[in-house]
């Protein structure tokens, strides 16, 4: 494995995205999804079609200038100009700023793989950056898998883990979730069996969460 895979919080960062066409459009679009202190965007023409109107997000309409990188932790080179993102990749490096280059991602920091996400769930599927297209075949399997068969399953865990974790008189709450996990739960809660679902929780939960089954399978 040449790269490392993580999760990271931009809550509190702040984002540049040099060039505003359809590739750096797609970053913006995949930015606004998650909580990001500040997204500027520089190019020297205006996004056609506009860019989405959010409160942390600014535009600005001229080339990149090197001041641009000031108290940015996360940098997008994404410019039709393969010369002003090589630039923009050693600045970075100078500054020991994370940048990914849109059109060359190996010379850069990092790189964004094809990602699946589906209520709660999100997977990030790379090929080392050998085959995007292929990523983008295993992403596009995998939304439908988590669609149509975790989703629902996260759902009924999500109401039922805090709870259980608040019995006393379950010594193990954990196993009693690697159960649920091990048992055919997801595969009748993906065909809607209800019923098949309600008799695997009645068998599996302490009898003190039996009378809520209902509630953990509401809406499903």
């Not at 996004?47 to 109107?53: C, D, F, G, S």
């Not at 080179?77 to 940048?99: F, G, K, M, Y």
């Not at 019923?195 to 509630?215: N, Q, Y």
Request: charged share 25%.
């Amino acid at each position: 494995m040449r790269h490392y895979p993580l999760f990271l919080d931009l809550s509190s960062r702040e984002v540049l995205v040099a060039g505003a066409g359809s590739v750096g459009r797609r970053k913006i679009r995949t930015l606004l999804k998650v909580p990001v202190k500040r997204i500027t965007v520089v190019d020297p023409r205006p996004p056609r079609p506009p860019l989405p109107e959010a409160a942390n997000l600014f535009f600005l309409e001229r080339p990149f200038a090197p001041e641009d990188l000031d108290g940015k932790s996360l940098v997008f080179a994404a410019t039709d100009s393969p010369e002003v993102n090589a630039r923009l990749v050693s600045l970075c490096a100078q500054r020991q700023i994370w940048c990914n280059r849109a059109d060359r991602p190996e010379s850069g920091a990092f790189f964004v793989p094809a990602h699946a996400e589906s209520d709660g769930i999100t997977i990030a599927v790379g090929t080392e950056g050998k085959s995007p297209a292929l990523a983008g075949v295993i992403r596009h399997d995998l939304e439908n898998r988590l669609k149509n068969r975790y989703g629902p399953l996260l759902l009924v865990l999500g109401r039922l883990r805090p709870p259980l974790l608040a019995l006393p008189e379950v010594s193990d709450p954990a196993g009693v979730l690697r159960a649920l996990l091990a048992s055919p739960l997801a595969e009748a809660l993906e065909r809607k069996d209800r019923a098949g679902a309600e008799d695997l929780l009645r068998r599996h939960l302490p009898d003190v969460l039996r009378p809520h089954i209902r509630e953990l399978l509401h809406d499903l």
